[in-house]
């Protein structure tokens, strides 16, 4: 499939000589939700920026639904929205006015009842002659997404979607992320709710300095680097684990009373965790009881940046 997105060795050097990207080269597939994970400066807004033609790059190319950014920007612009992460304009006028002044921009005809839908999905229909500036930061937000979804993009940028937004908003705003992605629309998603793009993710990259160090299905990264646990409370501390057990991966608790074995989720057919308790019975270690827990797309996340580091 033609992905609907493709960057070949796209770096980015300021004047000052700061380099914040370093040869990229992604491809994002129609349809999908992708989301983008780095941590602060790492490149993040820099990408999505060059990529909707607010930056302009130092080398490389962008496609964008088959229009390169730079020459053929005006087609390439017209197939993406931007959700940025503030409101900075248009504050006098009507939630009505301003996304419908959106769509005119990329020389769409007015549709009424097309803008009507976009108000009503973000529920924004009782808003819309108010002016932005008396709207809520939740309902400011509302308005971005309106804005960017106006000229019916087949390709969404989200920077940091739910910064700051009630509980309430964050599952009305997935809702809505879910049923744009069934209508064929492509979204990219920057957030630092990491559990976010663990729920809504279809692949998973991570930029640091500049750099893109994974791509990734989401499933298939938490499996090959995630990891599994299985914790024990003993019955009686222990003041060491002893010499005969030191091959394994246990971490004894600072109070003794709890056993933490890891084992590779790859290798679940030999776990070791028969062999683990046959081991233990045989040294008279007994538990009260146990429990398995699996590393998080965040332990992930965080053990990629740091082995980077």
């Given at each position: 499939m033609q992905p609907v997105i493709s960057v070949k060795n796209l770096s980015k050097t300021y004047a000052s000589g700061f380099q914040a990207l370093?040869?990229?080269?992604?491809?994002?597939?129609?349809?999908?939700?992708?989301?983008?994970l780095g941590p602060n400066g790492a490149g993040k807004t820099t990408l999505i920026s060059i990529?909707?033609?607010?930056?302009?790059?130092?080398?490389?190319?962008?496609?964008?639904?088959?229009?390169d950014i730079?020459?053929?920007?005006?087609?390439?612009?017209?197939?993406?929205?931007?959700?940025?992460?503030?409101?900075?304009?248009?504050?006098?006028e009507s939630v009505w006015a301003t996304v419908?002044?959106?769509?005119?921009?990329?020389?769409?005809?007015?549709?009424?009842?097309?803008?009507?839908k976009v108000l009503r999905d973000l529920s924004l229909w009782d808003k819309k002659d108010?002016?932005?500036?008396?709207?809520?930061?939740?309902?400011?937000?509302?308005?971005?997404?309106?804005k960017a979804l106006s000229h019916e993009p087949r390709i969404l940028f989200l920077d940091e979607p739910t910064a700051?937004?009630?509980?309430?908003?964050?599952?009305?705003?997935?809702?809505?992320?879910r049923g744009l992605r069934e209508r064929g629309v492509t979204i990219i998603?920057?957030?630092?709710?990491?559990?976010?793009?663990?729920?809504?993710?279809?692949?998973?990259?991570v930029i640091r300095k500049g750099e893109l160090i994974l791509v990734e299905d989401k499933a298939v990264l938490m499996r090959k680097l995630g990891?599994?646990?299985?914790?024990?409370?003993?019955?009686?501390?222990?003041?060491?684990?002893?010499e005969a057990l030191a091959g394994l991966a246990l971490e004894l608790s600072a109070d003794g009373n709890t056993l933490v074995y890891t084992f590779d989720t790859q290798k679940q057919e030999e776990t070791g965790i028969a062999t683990l308790l046959r081991r233990l019975g045989e040294h008279g270690i007994d538990f009260k009881d146990l429990h398995s827990s699996e590393s998080s797309l965040e332990d992930i996340f965080v053990s990629l940046v740091r082995a980077r580091s």
């Open positions: 370093k040869s990229i080269n992604l491809e994002i597939r129609s349809g999908e939700i992708f989301a983008l990529i909707c033609g607010i930056v302009n790059p130092s080398t490389g190319t962008v496609l964008a639904d088959g229009h730079v020459s053929d920007f005006r087609a390439a612009r017209a197939k993406i929205g931007l959700v940025p992460q503030e409101l900075s304009t248009d504050a006098f419908n002044f959106s769509r005119g921009l990329f020389g769409k005809p007015p549709n009424p009842a097309y803008v009507e108010s002016r932005i500036m008396t709207l809520s930061g939740g309902m400011k937000r509302r308005v971005l997404i309106a700051g937004v009630d509980v309430e908003l964050r599952h009305d705003m997935w809702e809505m992320v998603l920057t957030t630092h709710y990491i559990e976010e793009a663990e729920k809504m993710a279809d692949r998973i990259g990891t599994k646990q299985l914790t024990l409370r003993l019955r009686s501390p222990l003041e060491r684990i002893p």
